[in-house]
């Protein structure tokens, strides 16, 4: 019989605040983190939003000692990273470093230092740059840096399969706690905006207000939908063995108890084919739970206001959910928060434990114009509500669908 893996801590590092109480806190108010970019001069471009983290101090989590070698990147996921470990009132000692470990999604990680230092060395030359310059610019130096900060000596592994990197890393967290691998596992999602990443999405047009016919707001599910808003932050979850956290009487947030994953071709591949495979995912991974679909009392969605990607999450939950899919309450954290890609579904993560633990299910804010395509019942208003059971979509344009399903433990 498999084990149980369970989450004991949440830290958090976002746009909507410090540590999971200000996320929840603003999330259930209806605050909106998304704003004018600071960090990017965009003059030239129209598209502007974005959602940022601000007022982080990282030296109250990490100390003073070689933050300046840092990225911006590696202080979110450090300081996340040790707000979980102090939640979950973990003590990482040396008999349990060696059956700790982190797995962390990460869509592009520190792609920009790495652009930027590759093109210092190109333009002045080796012998001209610091070898401190390099200490933080490869994908899992952010991973490596956490690792080495708490003791850990089991594993260290960075995933990145695009925007359902985050969900990608909790999923195989909780395999390999299922299989006795690791008895306690650091796992979650980072991310943070740049210019190299903004230039991609808005090159592709999948940025909100890119292709000029559309306002810059996040409005998952509402036909006035036009593209997403970016974002960054981590979100670092403590997961255990629940016999190891029951034998130091921690507290238990809530179980992941099921994980589906599966590749539905390239962004030529049709709506259809990316319906039945969004579908198939989350059937996947609600049988790996051990739960039906009517076990579902909430749907966090991967719902990001992306006009085809809504479109495909929609028909695929009515798909698999028959009449149930226009009945149960959808929620999505990307309406106030944006899409922070493969950190995304660690987020969507966080608030449904919260959920779970608080009764309570967050509005989706900004969905006022219903499109008939896509036919849910999307949370408008927050709902007090008795949650037991969550089902959690991560779904990428480029062909990864990712589902969990969390529950009461």
């Given at each position: ?7 004991t ?78 939640d ?89 706690i ?24 808005y ?7 890119s ?18 808003i ?12 629940y ?29 259809e ?46 798909g ?35 959920s779970?633990n ?21 949370v ?30």
């Open positions: 019989m498999n084990k149980k893996a369970v989450i801590g949440i830290g958090i590092v976002s746009p909507l605040g410090i540590g999971h109480q200000d996320f929840w806190n603003n999330l259930v108010s209806g605050n909106s983190a998304i704003a004018p970019m600071e960090c990017l001069d965009l003059s030239r471009y129209e598209c502007k939003n974005g959602a940022e983290v601000k007022g982080l101090n990282p030296e109250e989590y990490l100390g003073r000692k070689g933050l300046r070698y840092l990225n911006k990147g590696t202080k979110f996921l450090g300081s996340s990273a040790k707000l979980a470990v102090d979950a009132n973990l003590e990482i000692d040396e008999e349990l470093a060696n059956h700790t470990g982190i797995l962390i999604g990460s869509s592009l990680g520190n792609f920009s230092q790495t652009t930027d230092y590759f093109h210092d060395i190109i333009r002045k030359g080796p012998a001209e740059l610091s070898p401190m310059q390099s200490y933080d610019v490869a994908l899992n130096s952010s991973i490596n840096y956490v690792s080495v900060f708490f003791k850990m000596k089991s594993f260290a592994r960075t995933i990145s399969s695009g925007f359902t990197s985050g969900t990608d890393a909790i999923g195989n967290a909780v395999k390999l299922q299989n006795g691998k690791a008895k306690v596992i650091i796992t979650g999602g980072v991310e943070q905006i740049s210019l190299d990443l903004y230039m991609i999405f090159m592709r047009k999948m940025l909100a207000g292709s000029n016919i559309g306002n810059e707001i996040s409005m998952p599910f509402d036909k006035r939908r036009d593209g997403f970016m974002s960054e932050g981590s979100y670092v979850f403590v997961m255990e063995e016999d190891h956290a029951v034998s130091r009487r921690a507290k238990i947030y809530g179980e992941v108890s099921g994980f589906g994953s599966l590749f539905s071709g390239s962004r030529k591949s049709d709506n084919k990316r319906v039945k495979k969004a579908r198939n995912t989350m059937k996947l991974c609600i049988e790996d739970a051990g739960v039906s679909t009517n076990d579902i009392d909430l749907i966090n969605a991967n719902g990001n206001s992306g006009k085809q990607s809504d479109l495909i999450e929609a028909k695929a939950i009515i698999l959910f028959g009449e149930k899919g226009e009945e149960i309450p959808v929620h999505t954290v990307k309406s106030t928060l944006g899409e922070s890609y493969g950190a995304s579904g660690a987020a969507q993560t966080a608030s449904a434990l919260l779970i608080n009764g309570l299910i967050p509005a989706t804010i900004n969905c006022e114009e219903k499109d008939p395509e896509c036919n849910l019942n999307v408008k208003e927050k709902l007090e509500k008795d949650v037991n059971t969550v089902l959690i979509n991560s779904f990428d344009l480029s062909g990864n669908n990712s589902c969990l399903v969390v529950k009461k433990a």
